[in-house]
């Protein structure tokens, strides 16, 4: 089911209306049109949410509160970032309006808590997660905090910054890693010294704490590299 996140603006008293929530009542009224549409024509994906947000109508119209029920339609049929809306009333005293609604797709993303420092290790003390808008969000990002515990920064980050892949290292120079060999079949592991820092999938080169032998490997977790012979 599509995750739905519905603004409703609070405009307080005004003599432009009969009724003080019917402002509302007409903005709510677009936004449910935008929502319908857009589950009949998109679909999120994973943890996604839908974004959607009436601009206030101007405090200049004076609408009559409508005797039936409110009639409206999306102008151009299509739903954009910012979409027209036509609202009618068919009632006694009939009228047109139009408004803007925002809607955007809202993506999971973590982020720094305050500013932090190069060589800190992440955790949920330092790092959180919010919703960002999609078309926002630059560069390869992370959508929980459980893949970048314990993970430490390759540089410093300001507060409130999306944590990226380039800022981060799996295994960073210096780090104490576990080798793990793959040789016809029968798993051996070692202890070694990473030489280059490395992310998930990369390569890196490590050094064998016994033999002192330098081996090019892949990262394939939280300080752990796989060496192929």
Known sequence: MIRYILIALSLGTSQIFAD?????????????????????????????????????????????????????????????????IKVSCEGDTPWDTYLRVKVQTLIPLIISSHSLNKGEMLNDNNIERIYKAKSKVRGSTFSNTTALTGVRLKRNISSKKNIRHKDICYVCEDDKVTITANKNGLVIKASGIALTDGNIGSTVRVKNSRTQRVVVGTVYALKEVHVTF
């Open 20 to 84: 003080s929530n019917y402002s509302k009542e007409v903005e709510n009224f677009a936004e449910e049109l935008v929502y319908t549409q857009y589950q009949q024509s998109f679909e999120l994906t994973g943890e996604q949410k839908l974004y959607i947000k009436a601009i206030p109508l101007s405090e200049r119209l004076n609408l009559v509160e409508c005797s039936e029920p409110l009639q409206g339609h999306i102008v151009g049929d299509k739903i954009k970032r910012k979409t027209t």
